[in-house]
């Protein structure tokens, strides 16, 4: 048989009253942990790369922009914070409970100088552009790369591509740039300038291995090595043409590699 209406609007009351005490209960205890001392947070430990920024420096560029708790702090802002410091690539910010922040930080690693003589930006690992303190930066061996900004990465890959051939033959790579026009140039450390035009990243390294395989032997037929080089076009379809320190004199059947 059915409970009377009466009864069954009273129990009705009952579980809403029930389920209303559990919320305000639930809402009081978080308002107690978001406002209680024991929750406010009290270190940032640093992890990670820190050979640029030591983790007393990093902490102290970014807890003055750190507010809330360690339930309320807001993690990406944190992020940005550390990233915005110089050297920093990423950083990956945990909570650590009560009252603590881990963060590992990521720096970048510079492998070239980036755009024109007078520029100071750098090169990461990653192929992408930033901005460091020259004299933070052991300028030993870093090649310069040039190009437009957004393919960083690709002069990156094509410059990892062609040191190896260049250096083959004791011409260590310097400088490689990509023109607006799509054009590649490449400089070397014996201050040859080599061109190695337009097309696919293929068809450029088919012609700089062609180059690397003969120029010592086109260079010791005017008993020079690959130092004595000065310049190079590699857009030739059928060989390329070589200009020698020392060597004026050109004819007809001068060797065409």
Same mark, same amino acid.
């Given at each position: 048989m059915p409970l009377p209406l009466d009864i069954r609007l009273m129990n009705a009351l009952s579980v809403v009253l029930l389920v209303a005490a559990g919320v305000s209960a639930l809402l009081a205890l978080g308002w107690w942990g978001l406002q209680h001392p024991v929750f406010g947070l009290t270190r940032i430990t640093v992890l990670g790369d820190v050979g640029h920024n030591n983790a007393a420096t990093l902490r102290a560029n970014v807890v003055p922009r750190v507010t809330g708790n360690f339930f309320t702090a807001d993690l990406g802002? /944190?992020?940005?914070?550390f990233k915005e410091v110089p050297w920093v690539r990423d950083a990956v910010v945990r909570?650590?409970?009560p009252n603590r922040l881990r963060v590992f930080v990521q720096e970048h690693r510079p492998v070239a100088f980036w755009g024109s003589d007078s520029d100071t930006t750098l090169v990461n690992s990653f192929g992408e552009v930033f901005e460091a303190n020259p004299g933070d930066v052991d300028q030993d061996? !870093?090649?310069? !790369? /040039?190009g437009p900004q957004d393919q960083s990465a690709q002069v990156l890959a094509m410059y990892r591509q062609l040191a190896p051939l260049f250096e083959g033959v004791d011409m260590g790579l310097d400088r490689l740039t990509l023109t607006a026009r799509g054009s590649w140039q490449a400089q070397t450390d014996t201050e040859a300038l080599i061109e190695l035009g337009r097309g696919a990243p293929e068809e450029v390294l088919a012609r700089a291995q062609r180059f690397a395989q003969t120029v010592t032997q086109a260079a010791s037929r005017y008993g020079r090595r690959t130092e004595a080089v000065l310049s190079a076009d590699l857009r030739h379809g059928d060989g390329y043409a070589i200009k020698l320190r020392g060597v004026t004199t050109v004819s007809t059947d001068t060797p065409k590699r």
């Open positions: 802002g /944190v992020r940005k914070a909570r650590e409970f061996g !870093l090649p310069r !790369l /040039v």
